[in-house]
Nanobody, 122 residues
Framework: QVQLVESGGGLVQAGGSLRLSCAAS????????MGWFRQAPGKEREFVGY????????YFATSVRARFTISRDNAKNTVYLQMNSLKPEDTAVYYC???????????????WGQGTQVTVSS
């Protein structure tokens, strides 16, 4: 069992940066692929990016690829989403998730955090 808790959300102006954290419980954190998803008001939840637990390979949605990075500290059981050059359309609740395989598919992730709100003002 893995429990995930996101933090770091808030209000930021367009062009600004935020770093989200996702703290995980459990001894198997380093073996999990950690994904980030987001859900904007009135929209379905969408894939943002993931990082592999073993080789730290990362993959991102096209919409964020040049602006967001993901890193992880396995010693701290924490994964980070660094968001730069934020746009109003990045406004959403951001969720971290843990899964066994590299995937952009939401239902393939086994564990989810409660989400943290990111609001980007224009």
């Amino acid at each position: 069992q893995v429990q995930l808790v996101e933090s770091g959300g808030g209000l930021v102006q367009a062009g600004g940066s935020l770093r989200l954290s996702c703290a995980a419980s459990g001894r198997t954190f380093s073996s999990h692929v950690m994904g980030w998803f987001r859900q904007a008001p009135g929209k379905e939840r969408e894939f943002v990016g993931y990082i592999d637990g073993r080789d730290t390979y990362t993959y991102f949605a096209t919409s964020v690829r040049a602006r967001f990075t993901i890193s992880r500290d396995n010693a701290k059981n924490t994964v980070y989403l660094q968001m730069n050059s934020l746009k109003p359309e990045d406004t959403a609740v951001y969720y971290c998730a843990a899964g066994a395989v590299r995937t952009t598919v939401e239902r393939r992730y086994d564990y989810w955090g409660q989400g943290t709100q990111v609001t980007v003002s224009s």
